[in-house]
């Protein structure tokens, strides 16, 4: 079943992106996470097709 990024706020050129693995949906976060920050997108929540896995994820720098 396909891996997927959910966020809070859908910026205008977000695009679904589905991943084959959790693995591999957790890596391009970790890789991308800065661009949907500068996008507006404050949290994140991960799906395996319909079911959250976790989330919502906050995307924010801790204050402090």
């Not at 589905?18 to 404050?42: H, I, N």
């Not at 097709?49 to 994820?57: E, F, Q």
């Amino acid at each position: 079943m396909p891996w997927r990024w959910v966020p809070n706020v859908e910026p205008p050129d977000w695009t679904a992106k589905d991943f084959p693995s959790q693995g591999e949906a957790e890596t391009w976060l970790g890789e991308f996470y800065p661009d949907l920050v500068d996008a507006g997108v404050q949290s994140v929540s991960l799906y395996e097709a319909d079911r959250r896995v976790y989330g919502p994820m906050s995307l924010e720098p801790d204050a402090g």
